[in-house]
């Protein structure tokens, strides 16, 4: 646990609290943000942000604030964004590198506040961790990418608003994709907001708007990724077309049902069970024609995803992410 202080030195009487990983009496700095007060050492941030270096280069007021003889700086941001930070900084171990196992909270902190204080290489760390769930191919949504930390559905607003905070457009066509999905959960969660750290998460109007037209039109795209069923009638070559048509109408009739119960994930709206369960009826040409087109509608899809989402098209966002990964 971690220890309670009745009050510093000066001017606070608040009840603080020491960190309870972070306070090292050989340091000579002690970070306040809201009641958690943390000993560092300033040396190694200055050396880390040059954010830090120019604000401990200002000297301290004689009359300031200390804690244990050390001068105190507050800063303005959440205690539980500056733990993660800190102890990602400070502890090697809190924060290893993507494959590594992490979760969202110590994601956010730490990429919250290095990009706020410029410290570039947990920045990235922070963004490679981030970016494994939300992949900019489609090969990347399909295929088994270890995944190092685990994701719930009241989470997906925040991640929206940390990719904006800090510029990472090329998760959102995924994010928004993985929160249409959640429908009708999101209902409540666009209306209320989500609660997150101490209050509560909402889109902001701009990506609220954004949101609302980009779900209905992937909603709508669900009759186009099961065109195949019916259209065109007559698949060219196909030697039995009216047998075959007919075996499609009714696989068609058969399937409706997934147009309205997975209409909000087109991506996953047919696949492998589905082709090992169609009507024998289909002659294997028509099959090979069905399947490709199936394929064509997928791609499409993706490729469109962006701009369903007002987001740049996806060699635009690609390159974002390899200059922030760079
Ligand atoms: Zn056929």
Redesign the pocket.
Known sequence: MANSLGQSSSRTTETIRKSEHLWFKDCGLVIRTGNVIFRVSGEILAAKSPVFRDMLQIPQPSDGETIDGCSVVCLPDDPHDTTAFLRALFDSEFFEPYPSETDFNTIYGVLKLSNKYLIDFLRRRALIHLSCRYPTTLEGWTGSTPMSWKIEPDLLIPVINLAREVSALWVLPAVFYALCITTPHHFRALARGVPFRDGLARLTPADLEIFLEGSYAQRECASAMLQFLWHPEH?QG?T??GR?YVARCAERKYREGLQYQLGYQPLELWGEAEWRQLAPG??L??VGRMKDMHRQAVRAFWDDLPVKYHLPCWEDLELMKEIAFA
Do not use: A, K, S
């Open positions: 698949l196909c039995t077309y075959c289909i002659c040409h028509c």
